[in-house]
């Protein structure tokens, strides 16, 4: 059974970093797209970052460009978002999801077939 299973959220300060992971199980993960999404309270749902499942190739939402760093290790089974310089728009809960044999943009830009429970992130003074 295929499942994706977030770690790393928290509560941090404006200019602050923190690093998400994403740990997968029961498939493979180097056949997968791996995306980071997520919502705040009130706000629709957004594709922060995403790599890709053959070439790992990158895609970031312009509101993070600079900011965040996705990157994987198939050895591991787990992917990574660096977030630095994080600010108060940040919060959220982010959650990782996957899709088999997809690029990265457009992983970002569709809802993924699966995710994980999600994790919160708290950018605050």
């Known amino acids: 059974q295929l499942q994706l299973v977030e770690s790393g959220g928290g509560l941090v300060q404006p200019g602050g970093s923190l690093r998400l992971s994403c740990a997968a199980s029961?498939?493979?993960?180097?056949?997968?797209?791996i995306g980071w999404f997520r919502q705040a309270p009130g706000k629709e749902r957004e594709g922060v970052s995403c790599?890709?499942?053959?070439?790992?190739?990158?895609y970031y939402a312009d509101s993070v460009k600079g900011r965040f760093t996705i990157s994987r290790d198939n050895a591991k089974n787990t992917v990574y978002l660096q977030m630095n310089s994080l600010k108060p728009e940040d919060t959220a809960v982010y959650y990782c999801?996957?899709?088999?044999?997809?690029?990265?943009?457009?992983?970002?830009?569709?809802?993924?077939?699966?995710w994980g429970q999600g994790t919160q992130v708290t950018v605050s003074s």
């Open positions: 999801a996957a899709e088999f044999l997809v690029g990265a943009q457009a992983m970002c830009l569709r809802t993924p077939d699966y």
């Open positions: 029961g498939f493979t993960l180097g056949y997968y797209a």
């Open positions: 790599i890709s499942s053959s070439d790992s190739n990158t």
